[in-house]
C-alpha cells in the first residue's frame, strides 16, 4: 500500500461547480497536513495546512479525519483558474518535516 | 523576495553521462530538498540537509546520484552515470527550518530541472 494515495482524475467540472478531492495516508501517527498546488509544468505551491479541526481559506475548504486517516479537499465555486494538479501532502514524523507527496489529483475546471 | 533558483532549466544528455543540477534557497534558509518527480508521479524526496549536514538521504540511489551543501547555502546534485530512468523533474526546495511551528516549515520549491536521458 502506498504511503499516500490519491484519485489521479482527471475530475473535468464546470465552472462553478463544487468539487471535492480525498486524499488516504497509511502511517496512523502523521504529524501534518498539506495541500499543495501544481501547475502544468510549474514548481508546487502551497496551496493550504490541513489543521486538525479543519480550515477554510475562501472557496477551499479542507479537512483531516484522523480516524478514517485521510485529509480532504474541497473547492466551491470552480474558477477556469483552478485547474491545475493538487497535491496531497503527508509529514509522517514530528521534528523532521519530512514530506511525503502523492500522486496528485488533476482537475479541469471547463467555460 | 527572491525565490528558490535552479540551473539548468533543460538538460538533455545520453545515458551512462554525468550531469549536474546546481540550487540556491531562499536567502536564511537552512533546509534545502532535493525531489525528483517523475512524469504524472508526485515528488519524491531524495536528500534532505540541514545546513551543511545531510539529515535524510534514505532514498537516494547512492551508487549514481551525490549531494552536497558544502557551506550551508546553495547545493548541487549529480548522477553519474545517468540511466533512462533518471528522466524527471528535479526540484529543489528549501524551508527555514524542520523542525518546530508549522509556518517555519513550509516548502518553497524552484522551477525544477528537467532531465532527458536518451
Known amino acids: 500500500r502506498k504511503e499516500v494515495e490519491q484519485d489521479p482524475g482527471p475530475f473535468n467540472v464546470p465552472e462553478g461547480a463544487t468539487v471535492a478531492f480525498n486524499c488516504t495516508y497509511s502511517?496512523?501517527?502523521?504529524?501534518?497536513f498539506f495541500w499543495y498546488r501544481q501547475d502544468c509544468r510549474k514548481e508546487p505551491k502551497l496551496l493550504m495546512s490541513?489543521?486538525?479541526s479543519g480550515n477554510e481559506d475562501g472557496r477551499f475548504t479542507a479537512q483531516l479525519n484522523r480516524a478514517s486517516q485521510y485529509i480532504s479537499l474541497l473547492i466551491r465555486d470552480s474558477k477556469l483558474s483552478d485547474s491545475a494538479t493538487y497535491l496531497c501532502?503527508?509529514?509522517?514524523?514530528?521534528?523532521?518535516?519530512?514530506?511525503?507527496f502523492g500522486t496528485g489529483t488533476r482537475l479541469k475546471v471547463l467555460a | 523576495e527572491a525565490g528558490v533558483a535552479q540551473s539548468p532549466r533543460y538538460k538533455i544528455i545520453e545515458k551512462r553521462q554525468s550531469v549536474a543540477f546546481w540550487c540556491n534557497p531562499i536567502?536564511?534558509?537552512?533546509?534545502l530538498y532535493w525531489y525528483q518527480q517523475i512524469l504524472g508521479q508526485g515528488p519524491k524526496l531524495l536528500i534532505q540537509?540541514?545546513?551543511?549536514?545531510?539529515?535524510?538521504d534514505s532514498q537516494l540511489p547512492k551508487d549514481r546520484f551525490s549531494a552536497e551543501r558544502l557551506k550551508g547555502v546553495d547545493s548541487t546534485l549529480k548522477i553519474q552515470p545517468a540511466k533512462l530512468e533518471d528522466s524527471a523533474v528535479y526540484l529543489c526546495?528549501?524551508?527555514?527550518?524542520?523542525?518546530?511551528?508549522?509556518?517555519?516549515?513550509?516548502?518553497?520549491f524552484g522551477p525544477g530541472t528537467r532531465l532527458t536521458v536518451l
Open positions: 526546495a528549501s524551508s527555514l527550518r524542520a523542525s518546530g511551528a508549522l509556518s517555519y516549515n513550509e516548502q518553497f
Open positions: 502511517n496512523s501517527a502523521s504529524q501534518s
Open positions: 490541513v489543521y486538525s
Open positions: 501532502v503527508v509529514s509522517p514524523t514530528s521534528g523532521t518535516y519530512k514530506y511525503i
Open positions: 536567502s536564511g534558509h537552512a533546509t
Open positions: 540537509f540541514q545546513n551543511n549536514g545531510v539529515v535524510d
